[in-house]
């Protein structure tokens, strides 16, 4: 399988849909914990506004969790959440699981 790392994509989210799901999907509840998915801010989505950034890190099995940058919280999605979320995230060109 090829790798999720093997090239740099810096797009910009502009449809406004695919921003809207993005933005529902990662509002959940954060919560501590070490999940065993791998994560990296390789495979990663910022959401920026004004001066706030937060970063969220993409499991790279494609498991539907998202690690908050380089903490230890976690947002757990529902599967169809992951879903949703991957399939936005592979059409700007990120390709999941990353082995």
């Not at 994509?9 to 914990?33: A, F, N, Q």
């Not at 937060?54 to 908050?68: E, L, M």
């Amino acid at each position: 399988m090829s790798s999720c790392y093997d090239k740099n994509i810096l797009v910009m989210v502009t449809d406004e849909s695919d921003i809207r799901v993005l933005k529902d999907v990662l509002r959940g509840v954060p919560m501590p914990g070490s999940p065993s998915c791998g994560f990296s801010t390789d495979t990663s989505v910022t959401m920026a506004g004004g001066s706030r950034r937060v970063v969220f890190c993409v499991a790279a099995d494609g498991c539907p969790v998202v690690r908050i940058g380089e903490s230890d919280t976690y947002i757990e999605l529902s599967d169809e959440e992951g879903t949703r979320m991957l399939e936005i995230l592979m059409k700007y060109g990120m390709r999941f699981p990353c082995n």
